[in-house]
């Protein structure tokens, strides 16, 4: 007997600006990812730039841009999220492709530049309007329910050179508006919405990087605060649109152990969760800021904008669900000499006790099974896990045969877990795990470090057919869903 519900959310997960390419096609405007060139794990992608002086410079995606930074697109360096894997022209094949997998949910997102090109245009972009109803009716023939992400790493560019990006609470009634629009032209096809996503990432580095400058710090938080009243505002529309839409949170699961059972390590470990994990859900399952929030704000010496006004609009506009990714752990240590891990920019001591990947993530599939008790004992909402997977670098052998029996096993282990939270308690009803066909990664820029249970015919440097291939794991993962879970071998 299978420990998921009958009517579990098995399914995949990607992002427009990852798979979609066409940056330029279908009157989509321009969005800040597309001047990020390739990358590896070991060398940052990076953004191209005129300084004011006509100086052509380059900045790693990590560094901060100078406030006169214009920037460019050079034709001689390669920029893979132009073309993506070219979902957007392959989208019926691909969903076909998951269909024959059975999956029940597809979480993808809408880029908002295809609707709005500059983020405060009057009038909606048509044709990125019909672009998106295709594909939810594509996704509804073939009985997939869609998992829409409204923001997805992708504020229009323009609005960030007009206002200054989310520091600017103007930000808040162009998302609001773009929200409504989408809630009402999609009603009759969409029901599961998140708002943004990851939306955490925002102020990860505040935890990361020692000595931050507290401007930078303050810009993060604002920024995030804006979000998570723009979020609260398109919760409160999508309700009133449709009684029936179920609206979540994306938090990135930043999971972390203590190292040592030194309590100056268990009381790092617990402030760094309030402070990467817990402080955004909390505000957006709860409607309010933890107590603990004036501590974070105190160490860094920032002050948040936060009228009264927001948090009558944080309260209202509370979410449903609660959904998070999860790769991996680290652990938090107060003592010197630790190994360090790299994976995920975690920047965490690397823990004895698992097993890491090429990448140098922590494959932890007890971590799962945690912090799904941790969040559930918490929120109490329904959860679903929206991102999960392996990246590596596949094979593809003579006979076009691709065994992919490390991600199979790495998968099977994670879906062993849920099973287990389940037993445990937790409302977990979905599970879309990341790159369920193989995307362009937002970290790196590389295409051979690959999620996917279809395998897309491109490397690292752009070359390839894009033809799509089955991998092992397509033919595991159509029987586990099949079995609702209960066939993991």
């Known amino acids: 007997m299978s420990k998921f519900p009958k009517d579990f959310y098995w399914g995949g997960a990607t992002a427009a600006n990852q798979c979609e390419g066409a940056y330029n096609e279908g009157g989509r405007g321009i969005i800040k990812n597309d001047y990020l060139t390739a990358g590896t794990h070991t060398s940052p992608r990076s953004y191209i730039y005129r300084d004011s002086d006509g100086n052509i410079k380059r900045a790693s995606m990590f560094e901060l841009l100078p406030d006169?930074?214009?920037?460019?697109?050079?034709?001689?360096?390669?920029?893979?999220?132009?073309?993506?894997?070219?979902?957007?022209?392959?989208?019926?094949?691909?969903?076909?492709?998951?269909?024959?997998?059975?999956?029940?949910?597809?979480?993808?997102s809408i880029s908002w530049s295809r609707i709005f090109p500059n983020g405060d245009d009057e009038e909606p972009n048509q044709e990125g309007v019909e672009y998106y109803r295709s594909m939810f009716e594509e996704m509804r023939k073939h009985g997939i329910e869609p998992l829409v992400t409204l923001h997805h790493f992708d504020t229009p560019y323009a609005l960030e050179v007009k206002y200054g990006g989310w520091e600017n609470r103007e930000?808040?009634?162009?998302?609001?508006?773009?929200a409504e629009f989408v809630f009402n032209e999609y009603k009759d096809l969409v029901t599961y919405w998140l708002t943004f996503n990851e939306i955490n990432n925002l102020v990860m580095m505040t935890s990361f990087v020692p000595n931050l400058p507290a401007k930078v710090a303050q810009g993060a938080y604002q920024s995030l605060h804006h979000q998570f009243v723009a979020s609260a505002k398109a919760v409160k529309k999508a309700h009133a649109i449709n009684p029936d839409n179920k609206v979540g949170c994306m938090i990135c699961g930043l999971v972390s152990y203590p190292l040592t059972c030194d309590p100056k390590d268990i009381l790092k470990n617990q402030h760094r969760m309030e402070s990467v994990m817990y402080y955004?859900?909390?505000?957006?399952?709860?409607?309010?800021?933890?107590?603990?929030?004036?501590?974070?704000?105190?160490?860094?010496?920032?002050?948040?904008?936060?009228?009264?006004?927001?948090?009558?609009?944080?309260?209202?506009?509370?979410?449903?669900?609660?959904?998070?990714?999860?790769?991996?752990?680290?652990?938090?240590?107060?003592?010197e000499g630790a190994d360090m891990g790299s994976g995920n920019f975690s920047m965490g001591a690397k823990n004895p006790y698992v097993k890491y990947s090429d990448w140098d993530w922590a494959m932890d599939p007890d971590g799962l099974r945690y912090i799904l008790s941790e969040?559930?004992?918490?929120?109490?909402?329904?959860?679903?896990?929206?991102?999960?997977?392996?990246?590596?670098?596949?094979?593809?052998?003579?006979?076009?045969?691709i065994h992919d029996d490390y991600r199979i096993e790495y998968l099977r282990s994670h879906a062993n877990a849920m099973a287990e939270a389940i037993e445990d308690g937790v409302d977990l009803i979905g599970y879309t795990s990341w790159g369920c066909i193989d995307l362009i990664s937002a970290g790196?820029?590389?295409?051979?470090?690959r999620y996917g249970y279809i395998y897309v015919d491109r490397d690292n440097e752009g070359n390839g057919t894009l033809d799509r291939i089955r991998k092992d794991s397509f033919y595991w993962y159509k029987k586990v869903i099949a079995s609702n879970g209960e066939d993991l071998d």
């Not at 790196?444 to 470090?449: A, I, V």
């Open 68 to 108: 006169d930074a214009e920037l460019i697109i050079d034709e001689n360096e390669y920029y893979p999220n132009h073309i993506g894997i070219d979902f957007y022209h392959r989208y019926k094949e691909d969903i076909a492709m998951f269909a024959e997998m059975g999956f029940k949910m597809f979480r993808m």
């Open 171 to 178: 930000l808040i009634k162009y998302f609001e508006r773009y």
């Open 280 to 335: 955004s859900g909390d505000v957006m399952v709860r409607g309010e800021y933890p107590a603990y929030s004036n501590r974070i704000w105190d160490e860094l010496g920032i002050t948040v904008d936060i009228t009264d006004e927001d948090k009558k609009e944080l309260k209202e506009g509370k979410v449903d669900i609660y959904t998070f990714s999860y790769y991996s752990t680290s652990c938090v240590t107060t003592h």
């Open 375 to 401: 969040l559930y004992t918490r929120y109490q909402v329904p959860i679903i896990v929206t991102e999960n997977g392996l990246g590596q670098d596949d094979v593809v052998e003579a006979d076009g045969s």
């Open 444 to 449: 790196t820029g590389e295409m051979k470090k």
